[in-house]
């Protein structure tokens, strides 16, 4: 079993990843600023603030992976990768980063999610500054990392059902035969387990959908 920490462990799709790691047996540490808010059975909780170095560095110390499960734009993450990446790869951490959907391609050569007229400005703060953490992550190109984006229809806005399977993509798009491109947050979750252990994407971005 793996020793996994996951950073925003309070959250939705960190909330999800820790419980479907407890359940199978791994040894998992749910990091948050508010640790009073993890109250998942199998999750140690522990109260940090990610942009402290030092603290990163310790909560990572002994672990097999390392999940970043937080919002890009506050603190802003592309920032803070190179030290990340760097106190991963010096501890032999491999870093796991939960992006966005906004950075993939709705077709092969085709726009950006996020430079298409029907995406919501509301939400392009967060979703450009994701997508800056998979170009940062790309640039420093070391250590061994991947990058997970979720289906365009993920959240906690539209939950959906465990259904205990999922397809994997790339750099585009996951769609179903409708054209729609979903996936619940516990499918979600079962992909960055089974991605943790046994890892198939190292250094590249991929994407999960129905």
Known sequence: MAKVVVFGASGYTGGNIVRELAARGHEVIGVARDAARITDAGVAPLAGDLTDAGFFASAIAGA?????AVHHKTPFVPDLLPSLLAATTAAGVRLGVIGGAGSLHVSDGGPRVIDTPEFPDAYKPE????ADSLYKLRELNTGDWFFISPAGGYGSFAKGERLGTYRL????????ANGKSYISGEDFAIAVADEIENPK????????GY
């Open 64 to 68: 097999d992976v390392a999940v970043l």
């Open 127 to 130: 979703a450009g500054a994701a």
């Open 169 to 176: 993509g790339g750099d585009v798009l996951v769609t179903d």
């Open 201 to 208: 994407h190292h250094n590249v971005r991929f994407t999960v």
